[in-house]
């Protein structure tokens, strides 16, 4: 059973370049979530999918962010015009929806720096 | 909008004694999901518990057990039998819907002492 994946783990950059990461899922998982969390601080929502549908987006998720999952499998974050405030760990989590409570489960995460 | 409160940054356990960790969260809906999650220092997010707010009863895995008081929106977590390997952060997580985002608290800090 592989879990969920993220590539890279660790992506440094310089100030107002473009960057993208990409999370594979538990491969029977319809939902994807993407979150960013900041050194100390808990996950903060950013947006999910379900199948190719992107379903909510934060107002976190400025206009520099996008995020797609074009054929409903894996999923890519692109940030535009990278800022220095946009250091942090990306983690993406995907689960089976249905049934009940459905548990997220999580990527290692992608770890931003932005020079 | 949903938020949750996790009052102690840091703890310490000694090695096989218990600890209990404290999670509060203000929410206006009746049905909702609460979870526990681990994040070692590797960092990567395990599911340590989850509870239905419609269950009654409190769930529990192994050593770890919640203390969910749904009428004073408490969810604390006790670990018994305190080991190394459950030094980690810990967060408190609240999923209104199932499926839905997760909103996390700003985590505990535990470090299990040999």
């Known amino acids: 059973d592989t879990g969920v994946s993220q590539n890279p783990r660790h992506k440094i950059t310089k100030r107002g370049q473009n960057v993208t990461f990409r999370c594979d899922p538990i491969?029977?998982?319809?939902?994807l979530y993407w979150y960013r969390q900041t050194l100390g601080q808990g996950p903060e929502f950013l947006t999910y999918?379900?199948?190719?549908?992107?379903?909510?987006k934060s107002r976190l998720l400025s206009d520099r962010f996008s995020a797609e999952r074009p054929k409903g499998s894996f999923s890519t974050l692109e940030i535009q015009r990278t800022e220095q405030g946009d250091s942090a760990m990306y983690l993406c989590?995907?689960?089976?929806?249905?049934?009940?409570?459905?548990?997220?489960?999580f990527g290692p995460g992608t770890r931003l720096t932005v020079l | 909008a949903q938020t949750v409160t996790q009052s102690q940054p840091e703890m310490s356990v000694q090695e096989a004694e218990t600890v209990t960790l404290s999670c509060t969260y203000d929410?206006?809906?009746?049905?909702?999901?609460l979870f526990w999650y681990k994040q070692p220092p590797s960092r990567q997010m395990i599911l340590v518990i989850r509870?239905?707010?419609?269950?009654?009863q409190n769930a529990t895995e192994n050593r770890f057990s919640v203390n969910f008081q749904k009428a004073a929106k408490s969810f604390s977590l006790k670990i018994s039998d305190s080991q190394l390997g459950d030094t980690a952060m810990y967060f408190c997580?609240?999923?209104?819907?199932?499926?839905?985002?997760?909103?996390f608290g700003e985590g505990t800090q535990l470090t299990v002492n040999p």
């Open positions: 989590a995907s689960s089976l929806a249905g049934g009940g409570a459905d548990t997220q489960y």
């Open positions: 491969s029977e998982h319809n939902r």
């Open positions: 999918f379900q199948n190719e549908a992107q379903l909510e």
């Open positions: 929410t206006s809906e009746n049905n909702y999901y």
């Open positions: 509870q239905e707010a419609y269950k009654q």
């Open positions: 997580a609240f999923e209104e819907t199932s499926g839905s985002r997760l909103t």
